[in-house]
């Protein structure tokens, strides 16, 4: 009889409805398929012993023979613990336990060899072991051991009750009898082959239970790749079905606009970069396809002119478009400066904002919807009901992390057919991250800054070097520059950050007297009309320094602004910094970044200090921040399930990531309805993943 793995645990011998409710509630396992895909953390190796004068003082997880010579009850604060006397012949420790004496204390004999396994604690001059795992050395010999004995995840509650690794494993044992260690094969012969994989059964056997390193590291590289494999198949058949059911207005002609525009009107040569992109643009454009299209460019890579010039394709085939930015100052910014552009071509243009009066609203929204306004520019005030387009053909989001995916689909149905969406991000996101969290979009990089940019010089000074900052503040305003000094706002310490802040401001404003100075302050707490007064102010040069919180972060031009001076500097995350830094270097003067901390810093925080002086290469900047952090923590990705990987690591697995979107690519270009008998076994596969909870549920 085969079993089946939707069967509840529960019915595996040796769990019960206790252990069940357990593994259910702390490991999300709820089928044998979930506790085979329950894979280990790591491995260690159980055919070594240790004699207690080897022990080191590394909380290391060792196993060591040796006898109870007696038992000790020993009064604590809450209770007591119970304390055996451990010895070998080199020496004696203590075993220690906090629960289940009673048990414990009868069921060990003193004076009998036994078998311990466990982390050492050294307290008190001596090393201890607490609740170590512990079985007679006759029954041990009994057992298997493997010097790669699998060590799953766990919680604190599991080992409080005793689920400890050994009853996980003997679980995980009975597990494969069972089912006789057979299951189903999940990727195709031709993969397997090429790739030399070995079969599913015999790659879940020994992650589980490896017989040797090399059949281990088979058995990792094979279900990392099956992982990675299907996330990628899912994201580009979803890419697939998206172009060929969603038509898209096709934007068959460029037109005047764009054609007088880039003749008569272009203020620059664009980059090759800028030109590539916008090729790819208007490739998508003019299929029949709705473009859903991510264009990713560091800060000041000239997004906006790439925007800019889509949206006269738009126009140029009589469709509206619009602009969504994620901030008041944003949407203006970009209004007063495509507003120009648009004048010298004769397109209406408006904007549209929370703060828009409603004699304005009411003008914007008729004219939108008989078609006379051609472009909208604004904020979230774009996704209200009331904003009707008569025929929006492109919508274009800036700083997309800002928005969510629902606000982004929103705009789609302001249509009787969706937009094309071109969404663009100054977050630089590594290839591999971009693969799995976007891979569902086509993306675009510009991937090259405007010629004649002056690199952003970047230094490192601490606090006790503040004077010499001052005084050389004092020479670029003199020179006629502005200056942003920002502070973290971090929301755990609130308070504390806006002392910080005000008692910067303090001595700021002292170090800087009016008249001869001016001073911006923003900051959160501020209501948004001040905040805009103040910057505004900026904007306009009548302020000489902006002092903020990282509200300035996104999007803002003051290209007079060449001195950006980040307080407390190891408090900000990687890209956050190469954010702020994004907003000077954007005129003609060289630039400055100044990055102030006090002596105390982590590694960590070292190694984005440096990694910020050394680089000014945003995705250079992203791949470490990915390293240091992790995916999980990476702008925007936080709500990707994409991310929930069981076994791959996207950060270290990135080789097996390209060769799994490689398969995925090629099988589904041989073969796009996986209708093939040799994909079979693919398309059973994909087909039952989308029942279950996630990939794993239903690989095996
Ligand atoms: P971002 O990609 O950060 O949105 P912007 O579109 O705001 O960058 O462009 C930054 C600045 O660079 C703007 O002042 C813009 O006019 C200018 N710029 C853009 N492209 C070019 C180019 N090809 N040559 C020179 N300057 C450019
Ligand atoms: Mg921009």
Redesign the pocket.
């Given at each position: 009889m085969s079993v089946n793995l939707q069967t509840p645990i529960d019915y595996l011998k040796g769990v019960g409805p206790n252990r069940a409710d357990l593994l259910r509630s702390e490991l999300d396992i709820h089928t044998y398929q979930d506790l085979i895909n329950l894979f280990p953390n790591r491995y260690i190796d159980r055919t070594k012993y240790y004699k207690i004068n080897e022990l080191q003082r590394n909380n290391a997880e060792v196993q060591v023979i040796g006898v109870i010579t007696g038992f000790r009850e020993v009064a604590q604060k809450r209770g007591k613990r119970l304390v055996a006397d451990f010895k070998d012949d080199t020496g004696s420790m203590e075993l220690v336990w906090f629960r289940g004496q009673k048990w414990i204390r009868e069921s060990l004999k003193t004076g009998k060899p036994y078998v311990i396994f466990g982390k050492t604690n050294w307290f008190s001059s001596k090393y201890s072991m607490p609740h170590p795992e512990i079985e007679l050395q006759t029954e041990h010999d009994n057992n298997l051991r493997s010097a790669m004995q699998a060590i799953y995840p766990s919680t604190e509650k599991l080992s409080n009750k005793g689920i400890t690794n050994r009853v996980i494993t003997k679980i995980m044992q009975q597990l494969f009898l069972d089912t006789k260690g057979k299951f189903v094969e999940t990727l195709s012969d031709l993969v397997m082959r090429e790739l030399k994989l070995i079969s599913k059964s015999d790659a879940l056997f020994n992650i589980h239970f490896p017989k040797t390193p090399e059949l281990l590291s088979k058995a990792q590289f094979r279900l990392k790749f099956e992982e990675l494999f299907y996330i990628q198949l899912q994201l580009i058949l979803k890419n697939l079905i998206h172009k060929s059911k969603i038509k898209g207005f096709p934007f068959e002609k460029v037109g005047d606009y764009f054609n007088t525009f880039y003749n008569s009107h272009l203020?620059?040569?664009?980059?090759n970069a800028?030109k590539r992109v916008l090729k790819e643009i208007r490739q998508d454009l003019g299929s029949n396809a709705q473009m859903n299209r991510l264009l990713q460019?560091d800060?000041?890579?000239?997004?906006?002119?790439v925007a800019f010039m889509s949206m006269l394709v738009g126009l140029d085939n009589g469709f509206q478009c619009c602009l969504m930015a994620p901030t008041e100052i944003l949407s203006v910014q970009h209004y007063n400066g495509l507003k120009e552009l648009c004048n010298k071509l004769n397109i209406r243009i408006s904007l549209l904002t929370g703060s828009s009066k409603t004699s304005e609203r009411r003008k914007i929204h008729e004219n939108l919807e008989n078609g006379n306004l051609q472009i909208l520019i604004g904020t979230h005030a774009l996704l209200e009901d009331k904003v009707k387009f008569k025929n929006l053909g492109l919508a274009i989001i800036d700083e997309q992390h800002r928005f969510g995916v629902q606000q982004r689909s929103k705009l789609w149905h302001k249509n009787t057919s969706p937009p094309h969406v071109l969404v663009m991000t100054?977050t630089p996101i590594p290839r591999t991250l971009a693969m799995s969290v976007y891979g569902d979009l086509d993306i675009s990089v510009i991937d090259e800054l405007?010629?004649g940019r002056k690199p952003i010089k970047t230094v490192h000074r601490f606090d006790n070097n503040r004077l010499k900052v001052f005084k050389f503040i004092k020479d670029e305003i003199a020179k006629g520059r502005q200056i942003y000094v920002v502070y973290p706002l971090i929301q755990e310490s609130e308070k504390m950050d806006y002392k910080d802040l005000m008692d910067g401001y303090e001595s700021i404003s002292r170090e800087f007297p009016m008249p001869k100075y001016q001073i911006s302050i923003v900051h959160g707490k501020m209501k948004p009309d001040d905040k805009d007064y103040e910057m505004q102010r900026f904007v306009r040069g009548e302020t000489n320094i902006m002092v903020a919180t990282t509200v300035i972060e996104v999007?803002v031009?003051v290209?007079n602004a060449s001195v950006m001076i980040i307080e407390s500097a190891e408090r900000f995350g990687l890209s956050q910094l190469h954010q702020l830094r994004?907003r000077v270097g954007?005129g003609a003067e060289q630039s400055f970044c100044i990055l102030m901390t006090s002596h105390k810093l982590s590694q960590n925080s070292k190694t984005r200090l440096e990694t910020m002086v050394r680089s000014s290469d945003g995705f250079e900047i992203a791949e470490v921040d990915l390293k240091l952090r992790g995916p999980g923590d990476i702008m925007g990705t936080q709500q990707s399930g994409v991310l929930n990987l069981r076994i791959a690591d996207i950060v270290k697995d990135k080789d097996i990531l390209e060769q799994a979107r490689y398969y995925a690519k090629s099988v589904l270009k041989l073969d796009p309805s996986l209708g093939l008998p040799e994909h079979k076994v693919i398309l059973n596969t994909y087909r039952e993943m989308s029942k279950y909870r996630n990939i794993w549920n239903y690989i095996s």
């Open positions: 203020p620059f040569e664009l980059t800028q460019g800060v000041g890579s000239g997004k906006t002119i100054a405007p010629a999007g031009n290209p994004g954007r």
